[in-house]
């Protein structure tokens, strides 16, 4: 097959980390760009895909960057036009960052990453856990760095390439509720067009179908990307870019003490925070608020400010129903009071089944709700590219685009992805997105409420958070009115009837006694 | 095999309902009876068992009972001396209890089932949907039928043989803590025992990990036993005995206005209410909290009185871990806004591995929690019984030892499993059983609480409902103290390390300049 090559690139490609995106994404850069294998180099903790880099021919070093080895290790090495692309775990996005300016090298990551253990120190408080706080820090990068060489952090599938769905959904909102629009130009621009066509609310709506053969085992954590990435992210805060249409902060929400507010953060892991979404093949379904860089993130792209007051900015977050076996391991994980299972599978070649139908959201506009995404079946991951299940190629073809463009546009500091020319990343990245969609629906998350059992709703406007969590009643609910005292007489359920009013069932045969 | 016969069974023998339960106890009673084929009736809705029912020559009859038709149906051919086992779904046990008196025949049920439609009409309360309304309803024949026909209420594996287990298990309880006791005679006598024993709460702890081949599919309910008896209940409201030992209702629990009082009810679904419990096996978990008899039954059986006054009581409730594809296919209801998914699928012959621990977990003994009960796997199942998967065999057991209780104590009128003789009813059932076991644990519900998020929980006494139930928190949380206002240079993990110390890894491989 005679793929498209974007660039021809001279100098290296450090890939940091070799996990399952790691594995992903080598296949699409020897594809894509005009590149030899021995211009690649891994470095990564772990021995996992050391066959598939003997099998290319790519230089693999086994050895965890630290922050006491990585400015010997990786910046002895490290030349100008160098591209570093971290998609490992533990290592700080930031340091690396820093890094690649120095050297003058490209940089991209798909998380703000910061050196191992601080997810999960309880010497840190929540806030300090949040990836509001890793995002800022990312971000206090931006100044020193402006013209430097281009960094993109947080682009893979999502973080990263929704953003680009979430351009695309608006413009197709607009067109759907037939308003003429120019296509923005800047971030002001996106975010009046969000406003006018009154988007309240935007999900990172995400069902994955995938399975192996073998279940998930007792005491085993199965899921079809990083596991550590999961669980860590899991047992951060519950994160959400926080609407202007709001009416009250969670019982459990607070607002952070400084940087851009754009978002919340609850007293609880994201691990064990459900919300009512939807998504065109699934339906309606419960997902995890797991935090993500991009509920921030998009959350502030679109805020509008009118001298310096916020006067718009919808509610966004992620609401994501992993594959089946990786429900089953959360709910096991935190019936084991969040400690991790000892036995970990990713499963990546194993995947016989399945899809990941991964899109945003976006809710509020007059003619319902509008789903932009990609729906990726495992078949035809298969036909589309090795080393990769339908999750990984969403990330990898995300990747893939952004390295295209950081080298079209090499002089352009620190960005997030929703900074990027959407259009230009969605034309290399679509191609390895199945099937990519957009789907209006009626849903809302008042429908089939309240029937048996009175719930704390907000019934004047759907799409007020406290609408869209899965909550326990917090308030005390007044006594159901007993029709009697005793009513057992008066439900007609439990009355024996002894009418001789007999139905027109035909009789049984009667039976000879034995 | 030669199985012991019980009893010569010399009348006949109505199987009401021909599910899972139905199809699995048939082998049991012609095994384990003098009796012929021709002697049984089978009466049920559907076509399911047909088959089974033809390989033994037991008449089979496709015919709803119904209100208007069940005396009719049933009632013009019931006979003194002859044994009616309810085990349908929608058919009422109070009407059925009551023509039995009339006609002298014996009755056996596993749940209080009302006609069909109560569990999830609108049109009642929340408390008139209860399990203890029902459970009133059932109880208030007793005095008008003192004397008559046994009629055996809820005695399946739980309700049922769940209630022998806290029986053996309080004996047990008082040895491990080195307290002579006598077995007690009566109901006083037990629940004083309970007390004695400092018991605050007793879960039924089950965890099944029964799987088929075929997975779960999208849009479909799978279990090990009925679909609509496990629908339905999942759709009443969480109930569970209120122990003496509770410090304060939950914001969204409620006593009933009428009967026992032994037990509460919370304003939401079983289904969407989840508890911390522990079994040897699993280990610490999270179960739903689904209403069932034994629930309020145990509670009232083991409720201390002092001059009127109540002075003890355990709390008492079930911790209910299906099946993983159950486990599925409840959240996916769920999500669905509570309306059961159009396609079911009850395993039985299809169960390739997994097995059912179900038991009785009892807390507050000085030598810590003790579970007693019954680990049966699917291969032991397949060696003890046809028809039958490990979570019906629990059942069925139970039902063949109340069966044989009933036939040789023929005259005890309406009674729940805590009336009957739990040292008979082990020996018949205990067979069928697999592994019967008493294990000792050291879990708490306070294990690994609070490390990384502030709960509202109550650390001086771990059995507390408030420590198991599974809840967000409900109140406003103190600010965090971030340390300062801009906290990220004082986070460690975010900064970027510049030091010369270099660590001792072993440096990588000088690469040449490609």
């Not at 073998?214 to 860590?232: A, C, H, M």
């Not at 379904?285 to 993500?292: D, E, K, M, N, S």
């Not at 997105?433 to 019934?459: A, H, K, Y």
């Amino acid at each position: 097959m005679d793929y498209k090559k974007y660039h021809a690139f001279k100098n290296h490609i450090y890939l940091i980390g070799f996990g399952s995106i790691g594995q992903g994404v080598l296949p699409l850069i020897l594809r894509h760009f005009e590149v030899k294998p021995e211009q690649i180099c891994i470095i990564t903790a772990d021995d996992r895909g050391r066959g598939e880099a003997r099998s290319y021919g790519v230089p693999f070093f086994k050895t965890p960057l630290t922050r006491d080895n990585y400015r010997k290790l990786l910046g002895e090495r490290l030349q100008k036009g160098d591209f570093v692309v971290n998609v490992s775990v533990d290592v700080s996005c930031v340091a690396l960052i820093e890094l690649c300016q120095e050297k003058g090298a490209l940089y991209l990551d798909t998380v703000v990453e910061p050196w191992g253990g601080m997810y999960t120190d309880p010497n840190l408080t929540v806030a300090e856990r949040s990836n509001y706080v890793l995002r800022e820090s990312a971000l206090e990068l931006r100044p020193k760095y402006r013209g430097g060489p281009t960094a993109v952090i947080c682009h893979g599938a999502n973080p990263g390439i929704v953003g680009h769905f979430v351009k695309q959904a608006l413009l197709d909102i607009a067109a759907g509720n037939n308003i003429a629009v120019e296509k923005p130009a800047t971030r002001e621009d996106w975010a009046a067009l969000a406003q006018r066509l009154g988007i309240k609310a935007i999900h990172v709506a995400e069902r994955d179908t995938q399975a192996a053969e073998l279940r998930k085992q007792p005491g085993e954590f199965v899921n079809t990307w990083s596991i550590d990435g999961f669980y860590s992210e899991g047992r951060q805060p519950s994160e959400l870019g926080w609407g202007t249409h709001e009416k009250a902060l969670p019982a459990d929400g607070q607002r952070h003490t400084f940087g851009c507010d754009s978002a919340i953060y609850l007293n609880r892991p994201g691990s064990a925070t459900q919300v009512r979404s939807w998504t065109p093949k699934e339906g309606p379904y419960i997902g995890y608020l797991i935090t993500h860089n991009e509920s921030i993130s998009i959350a502030d792209y679109l805020t509008v400010r009118e001298n310096g007051r916020v006067t718009y900015r919808p509610t966004c977050h992620y609401a994501y129903h992993p594959c089946d076996d990786a429900m089953l391991s959360l709910h096991e994980m935190n019936g084991r009071g969040g400690v991790l299972q000892p036995k970990q599978r990713l499963i990546t070649d194993e995947v016989v089944t399945g899809s990941d139908e991964l899109g945003v959201l976006l809710m509020g506009s007059a003619k319902g709700v509008y789903w932009f995404g990609s729906r990726l079946s495992i078949e035809e991951t298969r036909r589309l590219a090795p080393y990769n299940n339908a999750t990984s190629l969403q990330v990898t073809a995300a990747i893939l685009g952004a390295m295209v463009w950081a080298i079209e546009n090499p002089d352009r500091g620190v960005l997030e992805a929703e900074q990027l020319d959407f259009e230009r990343i969605m034309e290399i990245a679509s191609p390895y997105l199945g099937e990519v969609v957009g789907v209006w629906g009626d849903w809302n998350p008042l429908q089939n409420r309240s029937t048996l059992f009175p719930e704390d709703i907000d019934e004047t406007d759907p799409w007020q958070f406290k609408n869209i969590r899965v909550t326990p009643p917090v308030a005390v609910v007044p006594a159901a009115k007993a029709k009697t005292a005793k009513p057992i007489a008066s439900i007609s359920y439990l009355s024996t009837a002894k009418n001789e009013d007999i139905d027109d069932t035909p009789p049984m045969p009667r039976r000879a006694k034995v």
